[in-house]
């Protein structure tokens, strides 16, 4: 008699436990789906257009920050080394390349103004243009090379140089003046070399 009541309370104990561990296990499962539901609800945004309701779906937007990186590198090089005969125009570029670039930018920048650079530009009314190459990104230490192509149009010559510059990325606040959110930094050009020049013939 008595063993037969140790054994089941044995039995009701193994029971309890067993019933324990498994709503323990059903209650995970239930938030785990309901969570990722949501989640992948939350992905899914509708528009309407005239009127009708259309389901359109929103990336991560680390999905696309190699992208967006590229795109800051090359836009920056593109403003700061586009550079017509024209004051204005100049200043208008490297001011806005200087949103995408912390104090390096500016400093390179000076010193190119102290040396004359621009005031050369200018004078010889020549117009530098660039062609990317490539971008080297490094996404885990954020750091990238750039590769580019630069053209110097002077009355007397075109000279072809190959450009490389790198530095570091930081994710900043997106704004209408960096609207990919991210700012170069430590940037320095590592060569600017002639490697092609010609006569530039004039009939």
């Given at each position: 008699?008595?063993?037969?009541?140790?054994?089941?309370?044995?039995?009701?104990?193994?029971?309890?436990?067993?019933?324990?561990?498994?709503?323990?296990?059903?209650?995970?499962?239930?938030?785990?789906?309901?969570?990722?539901?949501?989640?992948?609800?939350?992905?899914?945004?509708?528009?309407?257009?005239?009127?009708?309701?259309?389901?359109?779906?929103?990336?991560?937007?680390?999905?696309?920050?190699?992208?967006e990186?590229?795109?800051?590198?090359?836009?920056?090089?593109?403003?700061?080394?586009?550079?017509?005969?024209?004051?204005?125009?100049?200043?208008?570029?490297?001011?806005?390349?200087?949103?995408?670039?912390?104090?390096?930018?500016?400093l390179e920048y000076n010193n190119l103004k102290e040396k004359g650079y621009y005031s050369r530009i200018m004078s010889s009314s020549a117009v530098l243009s660039i062609k990317s190459d490539s971008i080297v990104l490094d996404m885990k230490n954020r750091t990238f090379d750039y590769y580019a192509k630069q053209r110097i149009d002077r009355r007397s010559k075109v000279v072809i140089r190959e450009l490389h510059t790198s530095g570091g990325l930081q994710d900043v606040a997106r704004t209408v003046n960096n609207p990919f959110g991210t700012i170069i930094t430590d940037w320095r050009t590592i060569s600017n070399e002639d490697i092609y020049e010609r006569d530039n013939r004039n009939f």
């Open positions: 008699m008595i063993k037969n009541i140790e054994h089941k309370i044995k039995l009701s104990f193994w029971v309890a436990v067993i019933a324990l561990l498994s709503s323990v296990v059903l209650c995970v499962f239930a938030i785990t789906y309901s969570y990722n539901l949501v989640k992948s609800e939350r992905e899914n945004i509708y528009v309407l257009d005239n009127g009708v309701p259309l389901l359109v779906t929103r990336t991560d937007a680390k999905a696309n920050r190699d992208i990186y590229r795109a800051t590198i090359n836009t920056f090089h593109q403003l700061f080394f586009t550079l017509p005969p024209d004051d204005d125009y100049i200043e208008q570029n490297v001011g806005q390349a200087m949103y995408l670039v912390d104090n390096t930018g500016l």
